[in-house]
């Protein structure tokens, strides 16, 4: 069964960085798509990165406005494993993050908004940011 495993997260202060790693298995990845999300207290999960890739080729990933030029996604499929590296962190950034995966014949991006149609989500890794 498909199985995603996170590690990383912690509190900074504004301004700092932290990296967040995801293992996935039981999962191919050929027409998929693999992301980050967010959820704050009292609010839905919030798209902040996809990754598209076909036929086992890493993909380039798609941001959300809000993180745009200060959050890089990555991901190495050989190694079945995703990157959210998050530079310049903001007190607003702070929430549970969750890597994710879902299959479409569309258009990866839908999921960013649509979190609620997301198949697979890692445990999550809380993040606080200070002022």
């Known amino acids: 069964q498909v199985q995603l495993v996170e590690s990383g997260g912690g509190s900074v202060q504004a301004g700092g960085s932290l990296r967040l790693s995801c293992t996935v298995s039981?999962?191919?990845?050929?027409?998929?798509?693999m992301g980050w999300f967010r959820q704050a207290p009292g609010k839905g999960r919030e798209g902040v990165a996809i990754i598209y890739s076909r036929n086992g080729v890493n993909g380039i990933p798609h941001y959300t406005d809000s993180v745009k030029g200060r959050f890089t996604a990555s991901q190495d499929i050989a190694r079945n494993t995703l990157w959210l590296q998050m530079n310049s962190l903001k007190p607003e950034d702070t929430a549970m993050y969750y890597c994710?995966?879902?299959?479409?014949?569309?258009?990866?991006?839908?999921?960013?908004?649509?979190?609620?149609?997301?198949?697979?989500w890692g445990q999550g890794a809380q993040v606080a940011v200070s002022s």
């Open positions: 039981g999962y191919t990845y050929s027409s998929d798509c």
């Open positions: 994710a995966a879902a299959s479409t014949t569309g258009n990866c991006a839908y999921f960013l908004t649509n979190a609620g149609a997301i198949y697979y």
